[in-house]
């Protein structure tokens, strides 16, 4: 199985930056993409951005612009770069990763999930 350690998280005042990390390790056999998503209270899991292995990227309309995703496929991990940061980007953020196992299975795996507060 693959587990996700994530690492970066923590409280930031608005207008501030924050980088997340997220390495996967264990069976891994093809990555297809990781990303992030994020879990505001009282609000439902959403996609913040997520990066196939190819680097093809894709970003929530509300943090175009400010998020930056990339990764390192070579480390198996991926990085949110997050700059001007907003009381609303508060949330729990999740590191994603699906890949297709030995024989062609697609597997989904979940970091724990980081606390990101951001202070006005």
């Known amino acids: 199985q693959v587990q996700l350690v994530e690492s970066g998280g923590g409280l930031v005042q608005a207008g501030g930056s924050l980088r997340l990390s997220c390495a996967a390790s264990?069976?891994?056999?093809?990555?297809?993409?990781m990303g992030w998503y994020r879990q505001a209270p009282g609000k439902q899991r959403d996609l913040v951005a997520g990066i196939t292995s190819s680097g093809v990227t894709n970003y929530a309309d509300s943090v175009k612009g400010r998020f930056t995703i990339s990764r390192d496929n070579a480390k198996n991990t991926v990085y949110l770069q997050m700059n001007s940061l907003k009381p609303e980007d508060t949330a729990v953020y999740y590191c994603?990763?699906?890949?297709?196992?030995?024989?062609?299975?697609?597997?989904?795996?979940w970091g724990q999930g980081t606390q990101v507060t951001v202070s006005s």
């Open positions: 264990g069976s891994i056999f093809s990555i297809r993409a």
């Open positions: 994603n990763a699906v890949q297709f196992g030995r024989f062609g299975v697609q597997e989904d795996y």
